[in-house]
């Protein structure tokens, strides 16, 4: 009665990546498992070297019917029969393997997918199509796993992908576009309709900026030049070591991450440092007195100047890229501190702030 979570496989994974690596056969027995998007995560990210995976796209059978037991038994048969030919090296066609398991009544009368060895298999028709209740199901428990891997800024766990067609990013932000508006659900009361579309629209400009990471850094080095020209500069005048990464279109997310809290936390706290000193330390020469308000007004505009790096560090923006059609909503999206949509891949800015 164990039952293991999205995030459960990913820390087992990272704590015995052997055992994924070897595994030869991988049966996913929950509901959803098998959708489009995880079965591309499961064949890619866990199971690269097995022959067979076998779930289900939609609702998964009750563990107490015979079919379950079942499924269990006519996938494993028949995986081994054509893994036996396999490693005899007798060629398998894709309609051999097809055949194999569509004469299975526990994958037909299912809502069964099958990948084995690459070739897709599927059970009952319209596994892949959800009702509106499950096409939110599936994309919330897509976007458990995309925020903890991609979007968590406490600890991005994955870079960006690098190209922009058929990674997981990409399956994910056409899941979550082509997903029912949560009005047609009967998850959510009038008020949780709105937070649920909210959260989906926060998602959708996130995913879409971070899709374009890459583009994205290049374009904000060169809109803000100056601004970290002297940001930099300021930085190592009060002894720190640590810096933003340069922004070429080569770094790396978790650097700059961890890079951004490390800054950020060092001035916040060095400032309040300050600010306790001066307003309540006592006992204090007048010349003492004006040496911390120096270093509080230096530290006060460090944390000012600082900001500009918010935005690209939370990728906030315009979902619709509404702001494209003119400089004016450009400059409105910068000054919110969001990322405009132009600066998507193929918008790069060619000057810095202050030339414009």
Known sequence: STRVSSGDILRLQANHPEFFRNARHALLLGCYNMTD??????????????????????????????I??????????????????????????????????????????????IDYCYSIIEGQPGAAKLECDEQWDTFLGAAEVIEKEYLDLSKPLKEPPVEDANNELRDFYNLLQNTCPAEQTKKYNDRGVAAAERYRSSLKSTTI?????????????????????????????????????????????????YAYDTIERIIYKRRRDLEELYYYGRNMSSEKKRKV??????????????????????????????????????????ARGEIPFNWISGGAVLRPRRDQ
Do not use: C
């Open 37 to 66: 998007f995880n079965r591309k995560k499961w064949r890619h990210n866990l199971f690269p070297n097995a022959s067979l995976m076998a779930g289900f796209g939609v609702r998964a059978p009750s563990r107490f019917r015979p």
């Open 209 to 257: 900026r971070m899709m374009h990471w890459w583009d994205i850094q290049k374009n904000f080095q060169s809109y803000y030049r100056y601004e970290i020209a002297e940001l930099t500069k300021e930085l190592k005048e009060v002894g720190f070591k640590i810096a933003i990464p340069k922004l070429d279109g080569r770094a790396s997310r978790a650097d700059f991450v």
């Open 68 to 113: 379950s037991a079942q499924y269990i038994k006519d996938t494993l048969n028949t995986a081994n029969a054509l893994d036996d030919k396999l490693s005899s090296n007798r060629p398998i066609s894709l309609k051999e393997i097809n055949d194999s398991f569509k004469k299975l009544s526990s994958v037909l009368n299912t809502q069964s997918v």
């Open 293 to 334: 308000e120096r270093d509080l007004n230096i530290f006060q505009n460090l944390e000012r100047k600082f900001s500009i790096y918010a935005s690209l560090y939370a990728l906030k923006g315009d979902v619709d890229g509404h702001e494209e059609s003119g400089a004016s909503e450009i400059e409105n999206t910068l």
